[in-house]
């Protein structure tokens, strides 16, 4: 949406139209000053709101820079570049290593073609193509060479699907803005109720109606909270700022507290729970094996070397490094440094086999003299064959998978038992092979490669990050499910799933393709702790989401592609890659994890949580606030007007905005409990029974009752009684002036109050949340403006209290401690009988 439209919805929402409301009524109410105050709160808070959260939802923009500018195309038997948007179906494309590919294309030709189509499908490994066989726009040439036919352009790719889906999606109210509406709406009717009951009173107290209108409006606009909305999006900035500080990036600010309400995250593997990083960690030999360990690609690393019976520690290492060198020989892809860091050049895996064979050079491998020489014949992967080979100095080297080697070689029966144990690892596994030939241009494949003497087995892993098993242990402390959803392979993510303990013993694997088609029957499979589902494509993670969606869960969705777009969209909480993922994924997520590691989601989860709980620590601040406002109109209709009003409507206005403002800001910065991921995730309302009960049974009496005595008291010294009528102008000001401070100081202890709902306040300690000691400062320092500068003291009809009655001002702070206290003891009492978490 346009800027403009974003502003415009940050003026126009319910709480802002009311306020709105207030505004031009408090002006109806000959109450300029308060009128335009208010509307000052909504431009400030709106142009805020806006700021934070002005990032335009450019997904569907984002996805032309995934097709490139230009491309190889034969025309009329002539090599040309034209601009990729000039390609139209049924032209010929030549594709090479490194180029992106620009439309929907089927193979005609393929020498060694290997494309990276993770951006769409999710699979982590470069898949290699034959002919007949199709790849899609937006993806990478890894590996070889090929000419390929055009099927698709435009608006009919696979990518054009994908951001229909995308831009299809509108995400669902936030659980925070469907709190925050039911709340606002209750606060509304609550508000206008009672200025209409006021009005009612007015008129049987003889009040004449226009006087008795104002009157109620001025009560309806006192029972505004006008500082709650401001408050709300600081406190989500404040959020923000933390988890950025933990490297979640929040896009919006809802968001923060929408993780705290997650019930289910569905998790990609690739870079969230795993690395990115293939790495070998086992050679096995005839000899026996040789362990590595290392740190990604980096050439550094130790060995070990578990010699078979009969064998040494020597001849291992030159097996080890003989199957090493054959794996690399057949490989383009290495090891580099880029940026100061080890990363993949080409495939993962060959580069992790280069990484192989510099860990073993320190032990005494060589480098051997085939690794400086041009292969004389190189016969590239094919997907059928599924091994490749080359022939170097007359020698013919081959790996590939074990199923296709293993069987072409003479002496492979003792591999077998190893290559189960590897498997059952959950690593992947690479046979290599090599056999002395005759170089020939007319042989085939086939024909060489046959009779091969086995080398040894590769085993290959994508290593957890080590956050990852506790990062989801505490998911599921804090009540959170978490399932796998990916586009690996089955067994590679439920590997994967087993090692991180995201698997459960009885956590079924499914595989997107045989997802069933019912809704309802997919929802029972997929709300179980630890599912693992597989082969995912796009519109798959869609349904997924919406799914868990419709059982009533609030699903956070992490991903980093392409076809990752539309689900991030449609979940509560979209979570994308900030270190590997696309701009399409981060553009459309709510959150952007700058580490791409899941504990940062955990991390998160705990903020949000925390901001859930501060939200319903100022909520009770402000309401506490409100029924000492409301006080004095109740004792005035009660006493048929005996008793003057204690308060008038600017003073309201100061005390929700000019005194209030900062403590609330300060409970809303409240850093998380030590037990806030060890209970379930918040489902109960904003306003819930704990949060009233609070409110009007223990803080709002307290504090009313010593801002009502502390006003009689000071009407009494000045000489007035019951039914003497109005009372002098100064003599009504300086008690008012009591009620005030009266409130201010018992809102100073009701902001330690609500730091805690279980702690008394001498428990918490002051240095967990430092600006509350500062905002209790500036507090101090608004009421001896509103009270002690005579100017600002007139505005508000109020002047300095007498000195008899500052003992009864001043004791409204024990008061609200003393009723707080109390009530916390009566709670850890009935917990000691019936144990639960407290918040």
Same mark, same amino acid.
């Given at each position: 949406?346009?800027? !403009?439209?974003?502003?415009?919805?940050?003026?126009?929402?319910?709480?802002?139209?009311?306020? !709105?409301?207030?505004?031009?009524?408090?002006?109806?109410?000959?109450?300029?000053?308060?009128?335009?105050?208010?509307?000052?709160?909504?431009?400030?808070?709106?142009?805020?709101?806006?700021?934070?959260?002005?990032?335009?939802?450019?997904?569907?923009?984002?996805?032309?820079?995934?097709?490139?500018?230009?491309?190889?195309?034969?025309?009329?038997?002539?090599?040309?570049?034209?601009?990729?948007?000039?390609?139209?179906?049924?032209?010929?494309?030549?594709?090479?290593?490194?180029?992106?590919?620009?439309?929907?294309?089927?193979?005609?030709?393929?020498?060694?073609?290997?494309?990276?189509?993770?951006?769409?499908?999710?699979?982590?490994?470069?898949?290699?193509?034959?002919?007949?066989?199709? @790849?899609?726009?937006?993806?990478?040439?890894?590996?070889?060479?090929?000419?390929?036919?055009?099927?698709?352009?435009?608006?009919?790719?696979?990518?054009?699907?994908?951001?229909?889906?995308?831009?299809?999606?509108?995400?669902?109210?936030?659980?925070?803005?469907?709190?925050?509406?039911?709340?606002?709406?209750?606060?509304?009717?609550?508000?206008?109720?009672?200025?209409?009951?006021?009005?009612?009173?007015?008129?049987?107290?003889?009040?004449?109606?226009?006087?008795?209108?104002?009157?109620?409006?001025?009560?309806?606009?006192?029972?505004?909270?006008?500082?709650?909305?401001?408050?709300?999006?600081?406190?989500?900035?404040?959020?923000?700022?933390?988890?950025?500080?933990?490297?979640?990036?929040?896009?919006?600010?809802?968001?923060?507290? @929408?993780?705290?309400?997650?019930?289910?995250?569905?998790?990609?593997?690739?870079?969230?729970?795993?690395?990115?990083?293939?790495?070998?960690?086992?050679? !096995?030999?005839?000899?026996?094996?040789?362990?590595?360990?290392?740190?990604?690609?980096?050439?550094?690393?130790?060995?070990?070397?578990?010699?078979?019976?009969?064998?040494?520690?020597?001849?291992?290492?030159?097996?080890?490094?003989?199957?090493?060198?054959?794996?690399?020989?057949?490989?383009?892809?290495?090891?580099?440094?880029?940026?100061?860091?080890?990363?993949?050049?080409?495939?993962?895996?060959?580069?992790?086999?280069?990484?192989?064979?510099?860990?073993?050079?320190?032990?005494?491998?060589?480098?051997?003299?085939?690794?400086?020489?041009?292969?004389?014949?190189?016969?590239?992967?094919?997907?059928?064959?599924?091994?490749?080979?080359?022939?170097?100095?007359?020698?013919?080297?081959?790996?590939?998978?074990?199923?296709?080697?293993?069987?072409?070689?003479?002496?492979?029966?003792?591999?077998?038992?190893?290559?189960?144990?590897?498997?059952?690892?959950?690593?992947?596994?690479?046979?290599?092979?090599?056999?002395?030939?005759?170089?020939?241009?007319?042989?085939?494949?086939?024909?060489?490669?046959?009779?091969?003497?086995?080398?040894?087995?590769?085993?290959?892993?994508?290593?957890?990050?080590?956050?990852?098993?506790?990062?989801?242990?505490?998911?599921?402390?804090?009540?959170?499910?978490?399932?796998?959803?990916?586009?690996?392979?089955?067994?590679?993510?439920?590997?994967?799933?087993?090692? @991180?303990?995201?698997?459960?013993?009885?956590?079924?694997?499914?595989?997107?393709?045989?997802?069933?088609?019912?809704?309802?029957?997919?929802?029972?499979?997929?709300?179980?702790?630890?599912?693992?589902?597989?082969?995912?494509?796009?519109?798959?993670?869609?349904?997924?989401?919406?799914?868990?969606?419709?059982?009533?869960?609030?699903?956070?969705?992490?991903?980093?592609?392409?076809?990752?777009?539309?689900?991030?969209?449609?979940?509560?909480?979209?979570?994308?890659?900030?270190?590997?993922?696309?701009?399409?994924?981060?553009?459309?997520?709510?959150?952007?994890?700058?580490?791409?590691?899941?504990?940062?989601?955990?991390?998160?989860?705990?903020?949000?949580?925390?901001?859930?709980?501060?939200?319903?620590?100022?909520?009770?601040?402000?309401?506490?606030?409100?029924?000492?406002?409301?006080?004095?109109?109740?004792?005035?209709?009660?006493?048929?007007?005996?008793?003057?009003?204690?308060?008038?409507?600017?003073?309201?206005?100061?005390?929700?905005?000019? @005194?209030?403002?900062?403590?609330?800001?300060?409970?809303?910065?409240?850093?998380?409990?030590?037990?806030?991921?060890?209970?379930?995730?918040?489902?109960?309302?904003?306003?819930?029974?704990?949060?009233?009960?609070?409110?009007?049974?223990?803080?709002?009496?307290?504090?009313?009752?010593?801002?009502?005595?502390?006003?009689?008291?000071?009407?009494?010294?000045?000489?007035?009684?019951?039914?003497?009528?109005?009372?002098?102008?100064?003599?009504?000001?300086?008690?008012?002036?009591?009620?005030?401070?009266?409130?201010?100081?018992?809102?100073?202890?009701?902001?330690?109050?609500?730091?805690?709902?279980?702690?008394?306040? !001498?428990?918490?300690?002051?240095?967990?949340?430092?600006?509350?000691?500062?905002?209790?400062?500036?507090?101090?320092?608004?009421?001896?403006?509103?009270?002690?500068?005579?100017?600002?003291?007139?505005?508000?009809?109020?002047?300095?209290?007498?000195?008899?009655?500052?003992?009864?001002?001043?004791?409204?702070?024990?008061?609200?401690?003393?009723?707080?206290?109390?009530?916390?003891?009566?709670?850890?009492?009935?917990?000691?009988?019936?144990?639960?978490?407290?918040?």
């Amino acid at each position: 949406p346009p800027w !403009w439209r974003q502003l415009l919805g940050q003026m126009t929402h319910f709480f802002a139209l009311m306020l !709105w409301v207030a505004g031009v009524l408090a002006i109806v109410a000959g109450l300029p000053q308060l009128g335009i105050a208010i509307f000052v709160v909504i431009l400030i808070n709106g142009v805020f709101a806006f700021a934070q959260e002005y990032r335009a939802e450019r997904a569907a923009e984002r996805l032309r820079v995934l097709l490139p500018r230009s491309c190889v195309v034969i025309r009329d038997g002539r090599r040309r570049t034209i601009d990729g948007a000039e390609l139209v179906v049924g032209d010929l494309v030549a594709l090479a290593a490194g180029d992106r590919i620009s439309a929907d294309l089927t193979v005609r030709e393929a020498h060694g073609l290997a494309v990276d189509t993770s951006l769409l499908t999710g699979e982590s490994v470069p898949g290699r193509l034959d002919v007949g066989e199709g @790849t899609f726009a937006g993806s990478f040439v890894v590996e070889g060479e090929a000419l390929a036919v055009v099927s698709a352009v435009g608006d009919h790719t696979r990518l054009a699907d994908i951001a229909a889906l995308t831009r299809g999606r509108r995400r669902p109210p936030s659980p925070l803005a469907r709190e925050l509406h039911r709340t606002v709406r209750l606060i509304s009717r609550i508000a206008i109720g009672t200025g209409v009951v006021f009005f009612g009173l007015a008129l049987v107290l003889g009040t004449d109606a226009g006087d008795g209108f104002l009157f109620a409006v001025g009560v309806t606009v006192a029972l505004v909270p006008e500082g709650l909305l401001p408050t709300v999006t600081l406190s989500l900035a404040v959020g923000a700022q933390r988890m950025a500080d933990r490297h979640a990036l929040v896009r919006r600010l809802e968001s923060v507290e @929408t993780l705290g309400s997650t019930t289910f995250i569905c998790t990609d593997k690739t870079g969230t729970l795993t690395r990115n990083q293939m790495e070998v960690l086992e050679v !096995w030999t005839l000899s026996g094996r040789v362990a590595v360990d290392g740190e990604g690609y980096e050439p550094t690393g130790s060995v070990t070397l578990v010699p078979d019976p009969g064998s040494d520690d020597e001849v291992l290492l030159a097996r080890a490094g003989e199957a090493a060198w054959a794996a690399r020989l057949c490989s383009t892809g290495r090891a580099v440094v880029h940026d100061g860091a080890w990363v993949a050049e080409g495939d993962p895996m060959e580069a992790a086999i280069d990484a192989l064979a510099a860990r073993l050079a320190p032990h005494g491998v060589p480098r051997p003299a085939a690794a400086d020489r041009v292969p004389q014949r190189r016969f590239p992967f094919d997907p059928r064959r599924r091994r490749m080979s080359v022939v170097i100095d007359g020698v013919l080297y081959v790996k590939g998978a074990p199923d296709a080697v293993l069987p072409r070689c003479t002496r492979a029966d003792s591999a077998h038992d190893s290559l189960e144990r590897l498997t059952a690892e959950g690593l992947r596994v690479i046979a290599v092979a090599r056999r002395v030939v005759e170089p020939s241009l007319d042989a085939t494949a086939d024909d060489v490669e046959r009779d091969l003497e086995l080398l040894g087995l590769l085993g290959l892993e994508d290593p957890p990050r080590p956050a990852a098993a506790d990062s989801l242990a505490r998911c599921r402390t804090a009540g959170i499910r978490v399932a796998m959803v990916t586009g690996d392979h089955p067994r590679t993510a439920h590997a994967i799933a087993v090692q @991180t303990g995201l698997a459960l013993p009885d956590s079924p694997v499914l595989e997107g393709r045989s997802l069933p088609a019912d809704d309802q029957e997919l929802g029972e499979l997929l709300d179980v702790d630890g599912v693992v589902v597989a082969r995912v494509t796009p519109e798959d993670k869609l349904r997924i989401a919406q799914t868990l969606q419709a059982r009533g869960h609030v699903v956070a969705m992490t991903g980093d592609g392409v076809n990752d777009g539309p689900a991030l969209q449609q979940a509560d909480i979209g979570i994308a890659m900030g270190a590997s993922g696309t701009d399409v994924a981060r553009e459309a997520a709510d959150l952007v994890l700058l580490d791409d590691d899941f504990a940062t989601v955990v991390a998160a989860v705990e903020q949000g949580r925390a901001t859930f709980a501060n939200l319903r620590r100022f909520l009770t601040y402000h309401l506490t606030d409100n029924v000492a406002e409301l006080t004095p109109f109740v004792i005035w209709a009660l006493s048929a007007g005996e008793i003057p009003l204690a308060l008038g409507v600017l003073q309201i206005l100061c005390l929700d905005i000019g @005194t209030d403002l900062l403590p609330a800001l300060a409970l809303g910065a409240e850093p998380p409990a030590n037990h806030t991921l060890e209970r379930p995730p918040p489902t109960g309302p904003l306003l819930d029974r704990a949060v009233l009960r609070r409110v009007f049974g223990v803080l709002g009496p307290a504090e009313a009752a010593l801002e009502m005595i502390a006003f009689l008291v000071a009407l009494w010294v000045g000489g007035w009684a019951l039914g003497d009528g109005d009372p002098p102008e100064q003599v009504l000001a300086a008690a008012s002036g009591a009620a005030f401070a009266a409130v201010v100081i018992g809102q100073l202890a009701n902001a330690l109050a609500c730091r805690s709902t279980s702690r008394a306040v !001498w428990q918490v300690p002051w240095r967990t949340n430092p600006l509350m000691s500062r905002a209790i400062a500036a507090e101090v320092l608004a009421l001896g403006l509103f009270l002690l500068v005579p100017p600002v003291a007139d505005l508000l009809g109020q002047a300095p209290p007498p000195a008899i009655a500052w003992p009864v001002v001043l004791a409204a702070a024990p008061a609200v401690v003393a009723a707080d206290t109390v009530q916390k003891a009566f709670q850890a009492r009935r917990r000691r009988r019936r144990p639960s978490l407290s918040t």
